[in-house]
Nanobody, 128 residues
Framework: QVQLVESGGGSVQAGGSLRLSCVVSGYSFSSGCMGWFRQAPGKGREAVAS???????NYADSAQGRFTISQDNAKNTLYMEMNSLKPEDTAMYYCAADRKRFENLLGHRCWGATYNYWGQGTQVTVSS
């Protein structure tokens, strides 16, 4: 059984930083895809970053240059370092995993993949 548990959310001022963690059990980092998603109140869920089993990463335009996704295979943990946070980054953040290998039409591994396993989310609030 795959389980994902996020932590690290909180309230910060604009320009601040947070590091989200997602502890994963029952899943091998060496295969498939993992990603971070977010959902703001009244908005749909959007992909923020993804990472493949080979370590390849992709980011939404809004996250590029500010967020960094990484994984620690020894600790079975997925991370996302978020810097230069903006009020528009306020959302519930979710980590997700899927065992299937995926590559989109542009050759970007895991970007656009569908995910079968989800965490419960961690809230990030950025004040101006």
């Amino acid at each position: 059984q795959v389980q994902l548990v996020e932590s690290g959310g909180g309230s910060v001022q604009a320009g601040g930083s947070l590091r989200l963690s997602c502890v994963v059990s029952g899943y091998s980092f060496s295969s498939g895809c993992m990603g971070w998603f977010r959902q703001a109140p009244g908005k749909g869920r959007e992909a923020v970053a993804s990472i493949g089993g080979d370590g390849s990463t992709n980011y939404a335009d809004s996250a590029q240059g500010r967020f960094t996704i990484s994984q620690d295979n020894a600790k079975n943990t997925l991370y996302m370092e978020m810097n230069s946070l903006k009020p528009e980054d306020t959302a519930m953040y979710y980590c997700a995993a899927d065992r299937k290998r995926f590559e989109n039409l542009l050759g970007h591994r895991c970007w656009g993949a569908t995910y079968n396993y989800w965490g419960q989310g961690t809230q990030v609030t950025v004040s101006s």
